[in-house]
């Protein structure tokens, strides 16, 4: 349940030349191999800009906001596109990147808002999926957007994502400490069933690991044999021979030449803040003052006291099956379709001349 609620991170999918398929797999021919290479993120947005803001202590936050022309909802809709690295992620500097708190992040947003549009912000529809769609809630529940009209919050429920805490201590154990590369990265990625699509955690892993500042011994990293990741043991066992004894000899002298890369964020560290991201969001969720959107990946993620909610009609939901936790990566169309809708229902914007929801 962890894995799924929240180790999938990642923006939304995005559009490939020729056109975007939803939730499809790259296909090879005999003896092809998956390109694991990673993609840059400047490719699909029009430009990028270094948002400086200042803290309550006065001190200057450099935030990177990419308004973006995302094809798959941009193509359907009258909009414009902004996305936020948050803190601690992505290119986004911070003077204390470990306070992750709901409240400071919550904050941040409303800052950066402010830092782009001045003090009359144009009409802004929130989106946030997973933890992220936490940090929506918050924002909107503490009216840090003034010119708020929508709240749209992707795969994410206090009651199961409170229960999944319990045991993401034990997973985060779990993941390798270290990669070779960026690509070994994406490779575990895909291959460990973080990230279903290739094209994404080509994208997305880049941005979630960084180069370790010093060089690391070569046990403990991420090696993929076949189709299976596993950590490189310290020592080769007798009987595995000396042919073998000697390729990982010749491996750790290649790894010790290259740079180490390791996770951007030590979530482990952030614990303090898990309970304080989903404690009492659903509640927070219902008493947002805007028409909301809630997408999920199944029903059984309903809390009662959303599903009390969703019988009173205090928000729209819609399940998309056949998806994983990250929804707006396995079926993009369906959830920009679901955007639409919602958005020219509320008359927030009006659909592009030839499309039809």
């Known amino acids: 349940m962890e894995k799924q609620l929240h180790l999938n991170l990642l923006a939304s999918r995005p559009p490939v030349p020729g056109g975007l398929q939803s939730g499809s797999k790259m296909r090879m021919g005999p003896g092809r191999k998956r390109d694991f290479s990673p993609l840059s993120w400047s490719q699909y947005f029009e430009t990028m800009e270094d948002v400086e803001v200042e803290n309550d202590n006065g001190k200057d936050i450099s935030f990177t906001a990419e308004p973006i022309s995302l094809e798959v909802i941009y193509n359907r809709i009258n909009c414009r596109v902004v996305a936020m690295d948050l ?168 790894v010790k030449k290259e740079s180490l890369y390791t996770w951007q964020i030590d979530l482990s560290k952030t614990e303090k803040y898990w309970e304080g991201w989903f404690s009492g969001l659903s509640a927070l969720f219902l008493s947002c003052p805007v028409p909301k959107l809630l997408l999920l990946a199944g029903v059984d993620r309903l809390d009662k006291d959303l599903t009390i909610g969703q019988m009173q009609g205090k928000f729209q939901m819609q399940v998309l099956p056949q998806c994983g936790h990250a929804v707006h990566e396995d079926a993009p169309e369906k959830v920009a379709d679901a955007l639409a809708s919602f958005m020219v229902r509320h008359k927030f914007t009006e659909l592009k001349e030839g499309f039809l929801c």
Not at 95 to 102: C, F, G, V
Not at 159 to 181: E, I, V, Y
Request: glycine fraction near 8%; include cysteine; hydrophobic fraction near 35%.
């Open 87 to 254: 803190r601690a992620h992505g290119d986004t500097k911070v003077k204390n990147s470990d306070d992750l708190s709901a409240e400071t992040m919550a904050k941040d947003i409303g800052k950066v808002v402010e830092a782009l549009y001045g003090e009359n912000p144009p009409p802004i529809m929130m989106i946030g999926h997973s933890m992220g769609g936490a940090i929506a809630v918050h924002t909107a529940a503490a009216n840090h957007v003034p010119s708020l009209l929508g709240l749209c919050v992707i795969d994410v429920v206090e009651g199961t994502a409170m229960d999944a805490l319990n045991s993401m201590q034990n997973f985060l154990r779990s993941r390798p400490k270290t990669f070779k590369s960026v690509e070994n990265a994406i490779e575990w990625s895909v291959k460990s069933g973080q990230i279903r699509n290739v094209e994404s955690a080509r994208v997305s892993m880049g941005g979630q690991v960084k180069k370790c500042e010093e060089p690391l011994n070569s046990p403990g990293v991420s090696k993929s044999i076949g189709e299976v990741i596993i950590e490189e043991e310290e020592e080769e066992e007798e009987e595995e021979g000396e042919s073998n004894h000697k390729r990982k000899k010749e491996d750790d002298q290649e």
